[in-house]
């Protein structure tokens, strides 16, 4: 009884501490608003860190696709050899993501993030003096790894920003940092055609081009090392150390997660909308390349298009989702994301149909808009499924994005087995079949697509669950029931439409 009257003093001194910020808070110390353009520590440096350092991952594991026209010709590299190591290349985050939310949940985003960066940068130079087919799936499926600082960014903003804002600032971390996908299929031909005008030849050029994400990403793991912060009020090693936070075990986050269905439901339906952006990026500028003859440069602006559109498209469906969620609750979230996955597998079942070059480009900009708004959805979603297993449900999630692109690849885009109008096509299919099991998420406290909460649910009952009685004598829970409190809003405006808990409030259950 001594460790829960310690920790309910814990909650209002930190409560009290609320002004430091520059941004409002609530009693998490959680930023209730959101200022895109505003760089004050922690909050909003945490966000512009973060999705810099991701797109930076997301430029170097998307590299080689916009020069693959010079790569198969320097390495005699077949369509099997290209089809290998694009399901490579996503293959290997597939456990590193569920690594990377494991990761986020016992040492904190910063030190996993930088770490993975780091540790996958060597790859992206090491791309330069490959020779043979086996070296190319090599540095591709090394450099994938990277894609798992997807975990790290979703978790530091979900640790960051409160849940009347949270979607958003997913949906545009997030979306910003998947504009590296779209961004590196302008940034590598331009980069080739510099250093190939400076006086190297074709297969020289190439290769030195592969150094500037190399660098980009090496910077970017130092930058967050040097300069983010795990949560609001500090680090976590420094705060396990003084007792402001406990420090869980791996096992009972992973049971709290695994056990949770919705992280699972949530994982299959993310492997075909951000599954599918993947497989895209991998294919979209040899499609556009060898259907419609057009030259290297051209096919990659308009490869680059489809990833670029993550600029307006993933936000969107964050903004979209908290929209949703302000009038009708977790329903609307739900909803939202049904429909719009919906609309994204139709779209690109008319992607696969087109012959005309104009049509596919406008059919596959729309197509590309509601996929990666899903994405956002998606995100808008996943910070209620758990609390104390956010990171691992995080990286349950974005781990079924990388599945769903390498399952695609593997079954429509190795080898000649189908056409890639057909292999789109059939995508499609898979993304409206795996989308049904959205109706089938269920919150007790909020209800679900076609019912409503259950009586006398609340969330607080919902999160508290997660932890034993003894634990909740100690106060273990207290981040728990806070953030149960101000969640109050995914109840929807019929049940309760009052604003998230202050920071100069402690919520009354502590």
């Not at 998947?178 to 299929?185: D, E, I, V």
């Not at 992280?263 to 040899?286: H, K, M, S």
């Not at 979230?333 to 919906?342: A, D, E, M």
Request: proline share 4%; hydrophobic share 45%; with cysteine.
């Amino acid at each position: 009884m001594e460790d829960s009257g310690k920790s309910s003093l814990h909650v209002e001194s930190s409560a009290a501490e609320g002004g430091h910020f520059k941004l409002p808070v609530d009693s998490e110390q959680k930023a209730t608003e959101f200022w895109l353009f505003s760089f004050a520590k922690p909050h909003m440096r945490a966000f512009h860190l973060s999705w810099f350092s991701f797109f930076c991952c997301f430029v170097s594991t998307f590299a080689a696709p916009p020069l693959v026209p010079l790569i198969r010709d320097n390495l005699n590299l077949t369509t099997t050899d290209i089809g290998n190591a694009g399901i490579a290349s996503v293959s290997g985050a597939v456990f590193a993501r569920l690594a990377m939310g494991t990761a986020c949940d016992l040492v904190g985003p910063r030190l996993a993030s930088a770490s993975l960066t780091l540790l996958t940068a060597p790859a992206v130079f090491f791309t330069s003096v490959i020779n043979s087919a086996s070296s190319y799936l090599l540095v591709r499926f090394f450099t994938g790894f990277s894609l798992a600082s997807f975990v790290s960014t979703q978790f530091w903003m979900s640790s960051m920003f409160s849940p009347p804002v949270v979607g958003l600032a997913n949906g545009i971390a997030g979306g910003w940092g998947n504009l590296g996908g779209g961004a590196t299929q302008l940034i590598m031909p331009l980069v080739y055609d510099l250093i190939h005008h400076i006086g190297s030849t074709n297969f020289t050029a190439w290769r030195i081009a592969f150094f500037i994400p190399g660098f980009m990403q090496t910077l970017s793991a130092i930058a967050v090392l040097a300069l983010g912060q795990d949560l609001p009020n500090g680090n976590y090693r420094k705060l396990e150390k003084v007792g402001d936070k406990h420090k869980d075990s791996f096992r009972k986050v992973f049971y709290h997660a695994v056990t949770n269905y919705r992280g699972w439901i949530l994982a299959l339906t993310y492997g075909y909308c951000f599954g599918v952006e993947l497989t895209i990026d991998n294919i979209i500028a040899e499609y556009f390349y060898d259907k419609f003859n057009v030259n290297l440069r051209t096919a990659g602006i308009i490869g680059a298009s489809f990833g670029l559109a993550n600029i307006i498209s993933r936000p969107g469906g964050g903004l979209l989702s908290d929209w949703m969620s302000r009038r009708y609750g977790m329903r609307g979230r739900l909803w939202s994301l049904w429909v719009v996955q919906i609309i994204g597998g139709v779209l690109c079942i008319v992607l696969g149909r087109m012959n005309n070059l104009s049509a596919s480009i406008i059919v596959m900009v729309l197509f590309s808009l509601f996929v990666q708004a899903a994405c956002g959805l998606t995100f808008g979603v996943v910070p209620f499924v758990s609390r104390r297993s956010l990171g691992m449900i995080s990286g349950m999630t974005g781990g079924g994005g990388n599945v769903g692109a390498v399952i695609t690849q593997l079954i429509f885009f190795k080898g000649s087995k189908y056409s890639k109008e057909t292999g789109i096509t059939l995508m499609g299919v898979m993304i409206l079949c795996c989308t049904l099991p959205i109706t089938l998420i269920y919150f007790p406290q909020w209800g679900g697509l076609f019912c409503g909460p259950r009586p006398k649910a609340t969330a607080e009952d919902y999160y508290a669950a997660e932890w034993s009685e003894d634990e909740k004598e100690r106060g273990y829970h207290s981040a728990s029931v806070k953030f149960a409190e101000n969640s109050v809003r995914e109840g929807g405006r019929r049940r309760d439409s009052s604003p998230a808990v202050p920071a100069d409030d402690t919520p009354s259950h502590v």
